[in-house]
């Protein structure tokens, strides 16, 4: 089949600092995915995109073709309003967890799409596969019905969102194209509009733990990100928030289970508390339902209720016992003082070594592996007092999980104050 | 086998603006040699080479790295010493053909390893194929036995000088990384410098014709390449040449061979005798031959003997009949006046498309296409006179070539300067 457009032309158009005209965007995007653009072209191609930028309707643009490279679905015939949450990821961040459960009990329905984690930030649905029974994989029919009787579904996104951010994704991977942020905001929105949701907030992590070392690079991406979902006509806003420390006082599979439990019992630790109203408000206002209190729902428990009807309808068993590791180690403080810093990445790089993460896709997971936090920032702290608890079934991993700890944790005479978990909210502009 | 580095953070060297070292150069250049570094992942290095550039020591180590993945060839036992000259390719560049013989004839041994042509440029061994008999392949030891008792070969480089160049240069063709200067630079010098010359010119041309149409990009790949031959250890200086207006008046393989012959017999337009001769000169200078005068040379005949040495030594007739095109079509001037612009692109594209070029490698050319020039800068035409002649075996190209050459000519009351053959010298600075 002749080609309207030749590759190497709009190389040269990005490379030399012009902006794709949509003519050339929609091309690329749907030839690269047919395989009539070769993967030596695509990467080409993002690298000057990552050197050079795109603008906002580029971006859209691109946005808007890997939508179009697969399905789009649909929730507009539930008989509530739909919300979703979206996070860049971080250590200990098992927000979604409790949230989603939560935001459904304030009469909004939450069709969460995740994913499976890799590297040192872990994945929902490798969290919730260490409750017994449960099901990551639902079939589209099951997936609405449960989204009606339920309110809420966290599952695995099927191949056939997006299939063209699939196939960049795993491109970018390996040619040293990962940190384009046209391209990250794409390939997050692209997924999130497929999805069908109406509305939508982003968790955009700030610190060592996150993607975004710094927050100048954090608002960038929550702003290009907030703009794309406007475009689309999603309502959508970001929260900027903390990821220098873990959230809350656990990094694992079936450990962050716990802990989201305690956060539904009315319990848990209050980071992961805030954040989690926090970002339930603004899902609350994303789709008109401002009139609800959050936190109410967590106090009476229909949170919970939800959470139990969550699990239970994807085949797991809410009073389950979770996996405990077979092996644990302990890290004491090495003085007496006030812990100053608890390095976010540090911490998650244990857990992964500990197991509960892969390095590469479809690795398997250690449902009990991971840290447990005994010293948040600001605690008094004795010498030889445990301050974190490495756990795994697999002791010769200890070594290697504690070297990755060994410049984790600052105890001084006094700390300074601790960041606000939620540090600024990007509002659409337009 | 465990790689020593990994490509994706080379990649993110060069792309974060970073100078790679040297270690980082010889090992990616080696592994995507060897096929551990895929071609995506090349193509993502070789876009961020193009835009955050290279510096000398950069340059020089990737050259050495191109060379060190081949052969390298070896002429010190030669009785002579020797010297060679590389084009960067124009519209009309024949000047090989007289060159070679003319400094062989001096004294000085030319071992003229080249290519066939693609696109608008041609190729020096597609020009002498149209010598009935003549062949472009020779072996090892028949290029050793013509370098001593002829002086000169101009044959088929063998696929063992420097195959990274080879392999990254198909790479570079179709993912718009072509215009990096490193890459040009280090390409065109990994096979000057493998192939064992003692002392080597360039000539690097400018203009409409040329790959550079730029002064100041020329004059940098002229600085780079001179200074990468310079840390090589071979002598290397530069002419920077016009490439605005065709060399000569002849642009087609059989027919560039006729003016050279004119020009061996001590006659040929005098652009084509001027550029020969300096760059005779600067090849002697290399070899340490400047005693010699080429000028006498070529006027006492004894180029012209070496030149049919050379053929025949080869498997040519030198008295062979040159093949003629079966068509001809004649472009005529459509006023009176001076003619004050000939463009040298315009012509070369016309010439292609009457066949005596290629589009891919592999394609066959046809010996009697080309063009003919009747009038040059400067000359007084009158409306109706022929100004160039296209030549063709296949007459339904003629529409396409007439197509090219549509804007090729300006013809007005006086013309400005013509320009200088010879532009600049761009000697070693170390």
Known sequence: MAESHDAVDVIRTKRDGHPLDDDQIDWVVDAYTRGAVADEQMSALAMAILIRGMDRREIARWTAAMIASGERMDFS??????????????????????????????GV???????????HTGGTLDKLESIPGWQASLSKEAMMEQLESVGVVVCAAGSGLAPADKKLYALRDVTGTVEAIPLIASSIMSK??????????????????????????????????????????VHTVALLTDMSTPLGLTAGNALEVRESVEVLAGGGPGDVVELTLALAREMLIGAGRSDVDPAEKLADGSAMDVWRAMIAAQGGDPDGTLPVARESEVLRADSDGVLSRLDALSVGVAAWRLGAGRARQGEAVQAGAGVEIHAKHGDPVRAGEPLLTLHTDTPERFE???AALQDA??????APPARDVVIDRVPATT
Do not use: N, W, Y
């Open 109 to 119: 329905a939450v069709p969460q799409l995740s994913g499976r984690g890799l590297g």
């Open 77 to 106: 015939s539930l008989s509530r309003p739909t919300s979703d949450k979206h996070s860049t990821g971080g250590v200990g961040d098992k927000i979604t967890l409790p949230l989603a459960p939560l935001v459904a009990a304030c």
């Open 400 to 402: 290697r999980a504690l």
């Open 409 to 414: 944790v600052d105890i001084h005479a006094d």
């Open 192 to 233: 999130k509009i497929a999805e069908g949701t109406g509305s939508l907030v982003l968790d955009v992590k700030v610190g060592s733990g996150a993607f975004m070392k710094e927050l100048d690079d954090a608002r960038e991406l929550a702003e290009t990100m907030v703009a794309l979902g406007e475009d689309a006509g």
